[in-house]
Structure formats: C-alpha cells, structure tokens
C-alpha cells in the first residue's frame, strides 16, 4: 500500500497523526515524546514515525512547505492510509497581537490561494478547524499556563510578500501568517476527517522589520506546542 511519496504500508500508520512541515521536526518529536518510535517512511526525504504517546498510537509526518506539498501527503494519509484526526504543529509569521513563541491555536483559514477555489469551482469556501479538537488544545493550552491566541489565520502562497495583504489581514484580526492550513481544514472536510493547526509564533511582522527566532530553534524547540497537540490527540 505505498503511495508515490508515503513508503509505509497498511497499518504502518496510526489513525492519528501530527503534521510538521519540516521533517527534521517530525524526527525530533518521535524522538522525544514517542515510546518506540519506527520510520517508516524516508521518500524524499519526507520523514514519517509511528509510536505511541501515553499509551495511544500516533505517528507523525512532515509535509513540507505549502499548500501543494501539504495536500499531497495529506490526501494520501487520508485515502490510502485511513488517518482520522491530523494535527498541523508548524510555525508562522505573528501580527500585532502576538508575540515571539506564543501558540496560535487556529479556528479558521483565510487564504490567498487559488487552490481552496478551484477545489470548489470557484467558491470563497471558509475552512476552519474541528471543535473537538479546538476545545481540547484550548484547555490543554490553559491548563499548561502557555501564553495562546484563539482565532483566525491566513494561509499564503508568498513567503516574500511585497503587497499590502498584511496589513489588510492585521486590520480583519488575523493573528498569523502560514502556508498550510487552509489546504489541511478543506481536505479533512472533503474526506470527512478532523484537523487542527496548533502553531507557534517564529517570527514578528513589524512595521520595522521582522524580529525571528534561530533555525534550530524552529527544528527541534517550540514544546509548548507540540505537548498543547499531543493532548488535544489524545481527546
């Protein structure tokens, strides 16, 4: 049951998943939080592990950057592999009401990206996140003491943007700025499954400048997030 870009098979992945962009993340989590992590798939380089975390299976893959890198694994997760609940752990650019590692935790998508529409030939479709496990990572967020923010973010296709969208989005009460989310949200709705996007704030969009955290930091740091993820998995 390997797929072009997911060399497992049948069973090889949990049910539960959470989805990383960078696969050096993915291989830092199984390490760290999973008891008796197994690869199990190293195509591309694109790496995938199954363990378990407080006696649950769960497994995690990387995705890569974007909305077309994402829906690739993601619809193959879905429809190959049986995957029910995907958790997006990933960073993003924080507006003004955030500050450097603060979690987002995002209810809906907003987008510039032509993909959503052509999905649904040509409707402004609103994604947005499963309650269930909104209301599970906003508890955990809570309960744990983290600084978090609840509400809308913006998927774009420029990671260098020379127009005027932020502050568009800023002025709307948009809280962060990513790459993948809304492609996640449409596809768990098209295929009947639950998503949510756990994110952390890397990086400020200032009027002077933007103020980041280091590369490594963004690879193998940000447990706030993954833990807030970890519990809402287990709801």
Request: include cysteine; charged fraction near 20%.
């Amino acid at each position: 049951m390997t797929t072009p870009h997911i060399g497992a098979n049948k069973g090889d992945i949990a049910d539960t998943i959470l989805l990383p962009g960078d696969p050096l993340r993915a291989q830092w989590i199984a390490e760290n939080y999973f008891e008796n992590p197994v690869c199990y798939n190293t195509v591309r380089n694109m790496l995938g592990f199954t363990g378990t975390y407080r006696g649950k299976r769960i497994s995690v893959q990387g995705t890569g950057m974007g909305v077309p890198s994402l829906s690739i694994y993601v619809t193959e997760l879905f429809q190959e592999f049986d995957v029910q609940t995907a958790i997006r752990v990933g960073t993003c650019g924080g507006l003004a009401k955030t500050n450097l590692r603060d979690v987002i935790i995002a209810m809906a998508a907003s987008s510039d990206s032509g993909i959503n529409r052509r999905a649904t030939g040509g409707l402004d479709y609103a994604p947005v996140a499963n309650y269930d496990l909104l209301e599970a990572a906003v508890k955990s967020a809570r309960e744990r003491g983290v600084t978090h923010h609840v509400g809308g973010i913006a998927t774009m296709d420029l990671f260098y943007d020379d127009s005027n969208a932020i502050e568009v989005l800023e002025g709307l009460g948009v809280l962060g700025l990513e790459m993948e989310t809304s492609g996640l949200y449409r596809l768990a709705a098209k295929f009947d499954r639950r998503a949510l996007t756990v994110c952390t704030v890397s990086d400020l969009i200032r009027p002077d400048g933007v103020t980041e955290t280091t590369a490594q930091e963004r690879e193998t740091g940000f447990r706030n997030m993954i833990e807030i993820a970890l519990d809402a998995a287990q709801a």
